[in-house]
């Protein structure tokens, strides 16, 4: 496509289900990062892959949170047993390389009652 | 690691004034700088960056950086602005071609607003 799609753009969830959001990057970039923005808060990185390996999982908050990228393409967050504080923006982009600009999808809205 | 501040949270402008955001970054060798901005309800799109070579950097919709290494520092300016540029600016710094450590880190943001 022409740029990176996410889905859904909002979700709202119960306290304690599992969600997954996904990530379509630009077709041909092979990096591949997840972002989480709170309200008013900055973007908090959560995991970056190369291809589909994830040299950097330094961000991902806890054990609840996993995810996985096939094919070198699309990629799935998952969240288990959500909880209140997971309610944010999560952001994916994606890039050509390492060093090159990094293209951001519109984001899922994540909210969690 | 690296990491980045904006020391300016919220600023407001009139209209046709000039503009600096404050950027500082913290990195142990040379970095790679950005500058996104992200408008209300949108996603975040790069407005200018800087690798390597000549320290002020253009970028889009008329804005521009300079790399200050003896400062650590990367502001952004424009010389006039438009009511159209009140959004929120990140500034972030990459690290990248070190294995384990490729990621973009970003500042905590600085809203722009602008009045009449």
């Known amino acids: 496509g022409a740029g990176v799609s996410q889905s859904p753009s909002n979700k709202v969830t119960e306290k304690g289900k599992d969600v997954e959001l996904r990530c379509d990057p630009i077709?041909?970039?092979?990096?591949l990062y997840w972002y989480r923005q709170s309200l008013g808060q900055g973007l908090e990185f959560l995991i970056y892959?190369?291809?589909?390996?994830?040299?950097?999982k330094s961000g991902l908050p806890s054990d609840r949170f996993s995810a996985e990228r096939t094919g070198g393409s699309v990629s799935t967050l998952t969240i288990q047993r959500t909880q209140q504080e997971d309610s944010a923006v999560y952001l994916c982009?994606?890039?050509?390389?390492?060093?090159?600009?990094?293209?951001f999808g519109q984001g899922t809205r994540l909210t969690v009652v | 690691a690296q990491s980045v501040t904006q020391p300016d949270i919220h600023i407001t402008v009139s209209e046709g004034a000039s503009l600096e955001l404050r950027c500082n970054y913290s990195?142990?060798?040379?970095?790679?700088l950005f500058w996104y901005v992200q408008s209300p309800g949108q996603g975040l799109q790069l407005l200018l960056k800087?690798?390597?070579?000549?320290?002020l950097v253009q970028g889009i919709k008329g804005f521009e950086a300079e790399f200050k290494r003896s400062q650590s520092s990367f502001n952004l300016r424009k010389p006039s602005v438009h009511w159209s540029d009140a959004a929120e600016y990140f500034c972030?710094?990459?690290?990248?071609?070190?294995?384990?450590?490729?990621?973009?880190?970003f500042g905590t943001g600085t809203r722009l607003t602008i009045i009449p």
């Open positions: 982009a994606s890039s050509e390389n390492q060093g090159a600009e990094a293209f």
């Open positions: 077709s041909g970039h092979t990096a």
């Open positions: 892959f190369q291809g589909n390996s994830a040299p950097d």
């Open positions: 990195y142990g060798a040379t970095p790679y």
């Open positions: 800087y690798f390597s070579g000549d320290t």
């Open positions: 972030a710094v990459g690290a990248f071609f070190n294995f384990g450590n490729e990621k973009l880190t």
